[in-house]
């Protein structure tokens, strides 16, 4: 498996920008696909925000960031980063990133087995 670590969350105003950041180890870190996850206050299920493939060649988006965030990957520095831009009140949530058994780009939440502890990101209007 694949160990994470999030950072980078803050609180912002609508229609700013942040990075977030997400550090990982493990030797199949290149061969896996990775995404953002996300989870809103009082709502318990993960929402799927973003994914990249393994080699970096396609990715996926929610409909809600789509257009707003860029999931990219730094193989060689073990990095995965989701630029978000023209933040709103409702993308409010921990942040989470996470390591699929897979290397095609996925948004199955089933099909991600490493996770990281979450980072908090607040947007107020």
């Known amino acids: 498996q694949v160990q994470l670590v999030e950072s980078g969350g803050g609180l912002v105003q609508a229609g700013d920008s942040l990075r977030l950041s997400c550090a990982a180890s493990g030797r199949t870190f290149s061969s896996k696909a990775l995404g953002w996850f996300r989870q809103a206050p009082g709502r318990k299920e993960l929402e799927f925000v973003a994914?990249?493939?393994?080699?970096?060649?396609?990715?996926h988006y929610a409909d809600s960031v789509n257009g707003r965030f860029t999931i990219s990957r730094d193989n060689a520095r073990y990095m995965i980063y989701l630029q978000m831009n023209s933040l709103k009140p409702e993308d409010t949530a921990v942040y989470y990133c996470a390591a699929s058994v897979f290397a095609r780009v996925t948004m199955t939440r089933t099909e991600f087995d490493s996770w990281g502890q979450g980072t908090q990101v607040t947007v107020s209007s």
């Open positions: 994914a990249i493939s393994a080699s970096g060649g396609s990715t």
